[in-house]
C-alpha cells in the first residue's frame, strides 16, 4: 500500500493551476501541496495542513465521488491513455497516519458555551472548530454514538466504523462533551437549552424521515425504509428475493448491503429511464450481482412483491406510454427514494422557519430565524453529501464565533 502511495504522488505533476483542487474539490483541498509535503518525508505536516481544511478528511478521503471530484479533473488522468493521479488513496495515507496524533492547539477558554444538535459531519465540523476557538461545546445526539449517517447510512464496507469511533475519542480528547441519547424536541426542548445558559445553538439534524412514495401497502410486514434497514441490517429478515424502490446512490448501498446479508435475488427498480447513482456504484452493484430495472413506476406493495406501471421511454428520455400493472414477486420490499427532515426540534420552539420541505431556513452563514440559532448541513441544503456539510459547516463556525464575540451577554 506504501510503495503504491508513494508511486502515485511521484506521477503529480503539481500543477500551477492545479484543476483537481481549483475545479474538482467542493472544499478546495491542496492537492499539490499535500503531494508535495509527503514526497518530502512531511507527513505529520501534510497531515495538520487537511485536518485545518477538513476534519473529516478521512472520511472523505474514503467516500467522497472522486471520479467527479479531484481525480475526474486531474491532468494526468486528461491525456491520452493517461490515468488520474488516485489521490484519495494518497489523502487516506496522510490523514489516517495522522488522526490519532492530533492534538488540537486550543485559544483561552472564553467562558462562553455552545450547545450542537446532531452528532453528524456538520456537528463534528462545528464542535471541532468552535472548541479550537476556545468556547465550550457539548453535543446532543439522538443516537448511542457519534458520526450521523457517516455511521446510520454508509454501509460498513464502504466506510468501517472504526473510523467513527477514532472521532469519538478524539472529540473527547479535545474537551468536548457529548450527551448520547438525547433527543432534542423530545424531553428538553431547544428553549432549555438557552435558558440553563448555553449562549448559541447549533442545529445539525440531517434528514431522517423516509420520503414516501404514497402507494397503498407501505405499512405491510414485509416492506421496509431504506434509512431504517440501514441503520441496523442484522434486525431484519428480508428472504431470498428482495426488491429494491428506487436507482440512486443510496438505494445501490442498501441493495449491496442485502446481498452481504445473504439474499440471492436483489432487484432494483427505476421509475425513469435515466439513473440517479453514479457509474462507479452501478458498477459495484453489477459485480455485486445486483439486477437493474428501468421504466417500473411503484403502483403498490402486496405481501407476495411490488406491483409496477411499466414506462416506455423514447430516446430522449420522454414518457410513450404505461403499460398494464405487473407483480414482481419478492419476499421483502426496500423503499430507498430518498429523505426529508423530521420536524421535532421547529414543531416545539418557536421563531424557526423552515421551507415548504421542511428544511431550515437560513441565510448564507447558516443564521435562523432565531436570534442565536445556526444550523447547517442536510437539514439546510437537503440530502447531499460529507463534503458540502463540512464546506458549509466551516463557514458557520465563523458565524457562530463572531455573534459569541459581539454579543453583550
Ligand atoms: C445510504 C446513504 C449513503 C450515503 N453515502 C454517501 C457517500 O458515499 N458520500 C457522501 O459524501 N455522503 C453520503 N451520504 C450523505 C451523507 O452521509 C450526509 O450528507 C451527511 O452525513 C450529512 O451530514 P449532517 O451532519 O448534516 O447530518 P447527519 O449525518 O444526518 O447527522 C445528523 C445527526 O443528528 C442527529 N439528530 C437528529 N435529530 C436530532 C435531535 N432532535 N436531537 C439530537 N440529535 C438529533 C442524528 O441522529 C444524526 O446523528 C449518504 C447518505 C445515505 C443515507
Ligand atoms: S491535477 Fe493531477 S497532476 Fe496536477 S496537481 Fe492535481 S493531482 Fe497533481
Redesign the pocket.
Known amino acids: 500500500m506504501a510503495v503504491h502511495v508513494i508511486n502515485e504522488a511521484r506521477?503529480?505533476?503539481?500543477?500551477k493551476k492545479?484543476?483537481?483542487?481549483l475545479k474538482g474539490c467542493p472544499i478546495k483541498t491542496n492537492?499539490?501541496e499535500m503531494?508535495r509535503l509527503f514526497l518530502d518525508g512531511k507527513t505529520q505536516e501534510a497531515g495538520k495542513m487537511l485536518f485545518d481544511n477538513n476534519p473529516l478528511s478521512i472520511v472523505c478521503s474514503l467516500v467522497c465521488d472522486h471520479e467527479n471530484q479531484?481525480e475526474g479533473?486531474?491532468?494526468?488522468?486528461k491525456r491520452k491513455e493517461g490515468a488520474?493521479?488516485q489521490?484519495p488513496n494518497i489523502e487516506n495515507y496522510i490523514s489516517d497516519s495522522y488522526f490519532d496524533r492530533i492534538v488540537l492547539e486550543k485559544a483561552p477558554d472564553t467562558g462562553k458555551k455552545v450547545a450542537i444538535i446532531g452528532s453528524g459531519p456538520a456537528g463534528i465540523t462545528i464542535a471541532v472548530k468552535l472548541a479550537e476557538l476556545g468556547h465550550r461545546i457539548t453535543v446532543f445526539e439522538r443516537m448511542d454514538k457519534i458520526g450521523g449517517m457517516m455511521r446510520y447510512g454508509i454501509p460498513a464496507f464502504r466506510l468501517p466504523r472504526n473510523i467513527i469511533d477514532r472521532y469519538q475519542t478524539k472529540l473527547r480528547e479535545m474537551g468536548i462533551h457529548f450527551r448520547p441519547n438525547t433527543t432534542i424536541g423530545d424531553a428538553l426542548h431547544l428553549d432549555d437549552l438557552f435558558a440553563d445558559g448555553y449562549d448559541a445553538v447549533f442545529i445539525g439534524t440531517g434528514v431522517w424521515r423516509p420520503r414516501r412514495p404514497n402507494c397503498k401497502g407501505e405499512s405491510l410486514g414485509n416492506v421496509h425504509y431504506a434509512i431504517d434497514y440501514l441503520r441496523n441490517p442484522e434486525a431484519y429478515d428480508l428472504g431470498d428475493n428482495v426488491a429494491i424502490i428506487g436507482a440512486g446512490n443510496s438505494a445501490i448501498d442498501v441493495a449491496r448491503t442485502v446481498v452481504r446479508g445473504g439474499a440471492r435475488h436483489v432487484t432494483l427498480y427505476a421509475r425513469r429511464q435515466r439513473i440517479a447513482a453514479s457509474q462507479r456504484e452501478l458498477d459495484y452493484a453489477a459485480v455485486d450481482g445486483i439486477e437493474l430495472q428501468q421504466g417500473m413506476a411503484i403502483k403498490e406493495f402486496t405481501e407476495e412483491g411490488p406491483i409496477f406501471t411499466p414506462r416506455i421511454y423514447d430516446e430522449q428520455g420522454n414518457l410513450i406510454r404505461e403499460e398494464d400493472p405487473v407483480l414482481m414477486p419478492a419476499d421483502s420490499t426496500i423503499i430507498a427514494i430518498s429523505q426529508g427532515p423530521k420536524d421535532r426540534i421547529v414543531s416545539t420552539t418557536h421563531d424557526l422557519n423552515v421551507s415548504e420541505y421542511g428544511l431550515i431556513v437560513t441565510d448564507e452563514d447558516g443564521r435562523t430565524t432565531r436570534e442565536g440559532v445556526f444550523a447547517s448541513g442536510d437539514v439546510v441544503i437537503g440530502a447531499k453529501n460529507v463534503v458540502l456539510a463540512v464546506n458549509y459547516s466551516k463557514r458557520v463556525a465563523k458565524a457562530i464565533d463572531e455573534y459569541l464575540k459581539a454579543k453583550k451577554f
Open positions: 506521477r503529480c505533476l503539481q500543477c492545479p484543476l483537481c483542487q492537492i499539490p503531494i479531484c479533473n486531474c491532468i494526468q488522468g488520474a493521479v489521490i
